[in-house]
Each structure stands twice: as C-alpha cells, then as structure tokens.
C-alpha cells in the first residue's frame, strides 16, 4: 500500500493540522460510512506533558528503553486520525478516508470493529486529569471539520473511547468535559 505522500491532494487531510504519516493505518472495509468519532487521550510518560514520545508511538519511531512504563509498549502498533497536544497543536497521522488502530476491541450500536467506521481523536492528557481551553479549541474545530465532511458523524455519534470499550479503557476521562464541548460544539455548527 502506498503512503499518501502530500496533504494538499487530498480532502481527508485538514489544513489545519500538521501532516505527519503514520505506517500505522490500512484500509476500510468497501462501501462503509464513516459514522463514528472516538475521543481518546494519552500521556507519555503518564502524566508528562510536551514530550515526543506520543507522536514517536504513533509514527512507529518510539525508543521503548527512553522510560521504564514504555516496556509495555513494545511491538505496540498504533495511531490515531488526529492528536491534539495541550497547546492546541494538531497532528494528523492518517488520513481520515484510510483506517486507523485506535479503537481496538469495541463496539458501538452493536457494531464491533470500531476502526472500520471511526474517526479518532486523541488529546494529549490523562483520564483523570482536565484538559486545556487551547485543547478544546482545536478539538472544537476539528469536530466542526469532520462533521462537514463525514455529515453522518452526528453530535450523538461522538463517544468517547471507555463507551465502545467499557471495562477496558477509561479514556478520555473524568477530566474530559463533555457538556462543554457539546455545548461550543452547537455554537460551532451554526
Ligand atoms: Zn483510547
């Protein structure tokens, strides 16, 4: 498979993020609506902020001997569509019309394979930490993009990670507010 090479060729690549490919993605199962967006987070180290290691895991160039918690990170293949750093910095590694691994084992509506129909978003922060105002800015604004794009991505299929994978992840969080990002959200779409 052929990496996309330039942004600026395709319409599933945001202008406002920072294009950085991952070797993380394959493709969607044929003829499927992308229909989902998943809200993530993560840290690297656990709680440590502004570090490469998130976009290093991603882009498949992480050191695991750089942190004892990275051990369990070995061999780990990962990405996401966006990755969204606590000073509003957008990263995008994979290209939405292509799929990312960020879901894993889940299910929504009684559909398994999350990836196949989703979008993922990760913020840079732990889940049971807040995240910052520059943070729901950019996410605001990205949603607002994707939604425009994917116009079956409604303001209810928005869910995060811990409610397609419950009892096995827990992201993004009691930190996360929901009712805030829903609310500018509304005003974003108007
Ligand atoms: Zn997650």
Redesign the pocket.
Known sequence: MTQPQSSSDRHDILTDAVFKPSKFFNTRPDNIDIDLLVI?CISLPEGEYGLPYIEDLFLGCLDCNQHASFADLVGLEVSAHFFIKRNGEIIQFVPMDLRAW?AGVSKFDGRSNCNDFSIGIELEGTDKSEFTQLQYQALVKTTGQIMRLYPKITPERIVG?SDIAPGR?T?PGIGFNWGHYKQQLAKELL
């Open positions: 993530h960020h990670h992840k992201d």
